[in-house]
């Protein structure tokens, strides 16, 4: 049997989970459900940044095992990581760790071409991890959050291939990208203009960021499998390719030192 790619998902923190005694490290069932439906084996990682502070070799080295990365959705980023000062009352579950180990995370798989798809708060973690920045708090958020709402794709996009030019999509989020991260495209849009969707033209890497939830719907909408099929694909390229390459190269550069 071939080896199912490995997609790296990194764990939430959470303060408790059922059957357990403890504070929790989580990712959602459906979502590794998603993953491994689509030919990927789902490889939770536990967040370690120290202090809110991610080690660039350990991250990398910690990835080099893995095929693919999936950003899945989460809490709040802190703000100050895309140079706001003042937090809105509005923020939850906000955690230094976790935002210097996925945007750790981010960098390394932007640096070196890994596969990529960003789910929510993923896709603001790659939006702040290209300088860009977050609307904090959308105000009225009754059209984005817990609800289905339509958006409009772009055509030649990546997420063209895996969609029709409208689709519905599941979505849970009171933020939005206010500035857009440094070669990021907007690729998908919701009827009031909020960004649904970035890509990265141009980059070494397969790239789809989403602000919905396409594991609410893996079983019913065509678009979400495509989704999840997509980056199992690509992981399998990324994986073949790295046999191709010599040991230097296929270790990757590391992210450069503005990051």
Not at 39 to 61: C, I, K, L, N, S
Not at 199 to 216: F, K, M, N, T, Y
Request: proline residues 6%; contains cysteine; glycine residues 8%.
């Amino acid at each position: 049997m071939t080896r199912r790619p490995l997609i790296a998902v990194p764990a939430r923190f959470s303060s408790s989970a059922a059957a357990l005694r403890y504070a929790a490290e989580v990712n959602a069932r459906a979502l590794v459900e998603a993953v491994y439906q689509a030919g990927g084996e789902p490889f939770t990682m536990h967040p370690h940044a120290p202090g809110g502070q991610a080690d660039r070799d350990e991250v990398a080295a910690r990835l080099a095992r893995c095929d693919a990365l999936l950003l899945p959705g989460g809490g709040d980023i802190n703000p100050h990581r895309y140079g706001a000062e003042d937090p809105d009352a509005s923020l939850y579950d906000v955690d230094d760790e976790q935002d210097a180990f996925d945007l750790a995370l981010t960098r390394h798989a932007l640096d070196t071409g890994m596969p990529m798809l960003a789910i929510c708060r993923g896709l603001q973690i790659v939006n702040t991890a290209l300088n860009g920045s977050l609307r904090q708090n959308m105000g009225s958020v009754a059209a984005h959050r817990h609800l289905t709402h339509p958006v409009t794709v772009e055509d030649r996009s990546l997420l063209a291939r895996c969609a029709d030019e409208k689709i519905d999509v599941s979505c849970y989020h009171h933020q939005c990208v206010d500035r857009i991260g440094r070669g990021l495209t907007v690729t998908a849009r919701a009827a009031d203009g909020t960004v649904e969707a970035l890509e990265r033209p141009g980059s070494p890497g397969w790239l789809i960021a989403v602000q919905w939830h396409p594991e609410d719907t893996v079983a019913t909408e065509s678009t979400s499998r495509a989704l999840f099929d997509a980056l199992a694909e690509e992981a399998r390229r990324h994986r073949s390719r790295a046999w191709q390459l010599p040991t230097s190269e296929a270790k990757g550069t590391g992210a450069p030192d503005n990051w």
